[in-house]
Nanobody, 124 residues
Framework: QLQLVESGGGLVQAGGSLRLSCTAS????????MGWFRQAPGKEREFVAA????????LYARSVKGRFTISRDNNKNTVYLQMTSLKPEDTAVYYC?????????????????WGQGTQVTVSS
């Protein structure tokens, strides 16, 4: 089992930045893909970004590419999502997820473990 705990959400004005963190515990952090998803009110959960252990495979949703950066500190079992140039449409609950594989995926059903979510609200 892998436990994931997110932090770093909050309220920010459009154009601002936030950094989300997700710390894993319970098993090795190695050789698993870490991802971020988000779900806005009334909408389906959508993929944001994913990164493998080594950083060779990094995926971004088209809507966030160039604005968001996913990174990992494997020594701290932590994955980050640096969000810049935030827009009101980025408002959502952001979820950290882990996939027990070495290749990334944009499909939420391919992730085995999930955090509880952290709210990000971007005001216009």
């Amino acid at each position: 089992q892998l436990q994931l705990v997110e932090s770093g959400g909050g309220l920010v004005q459009a154009g601002g930045s936030l950094r989300l963190s997700c710390t894993a515990s319970g098993r090795t952090f190695r050789d698993i893909v870490m991802g971020w998803f988000r779900q806005a009110p009334g909408k389906e959960r959508e993929f944001v970004a994913a990164r493998d252990w080594s950083g060779v495979s990094t995926l971004y949703a088209r809507s966030v590419k160039g604005r968001f950066t996913i990174s990992r500190d494997n020594n701290k079992n932590t994955v980050y999502l640096q969000m810049t140039s935030l827009k009101p449409e980025d408002t959502a609950v952001y979820y950290c997820a882990a996939r027990g594989a070495t290749d990334g995926s944009t499909n939420d059903w391919e992730y085995d473990f999930w955090g509880q979510g952290t709210q990000v609200t971007v005001s216009s």
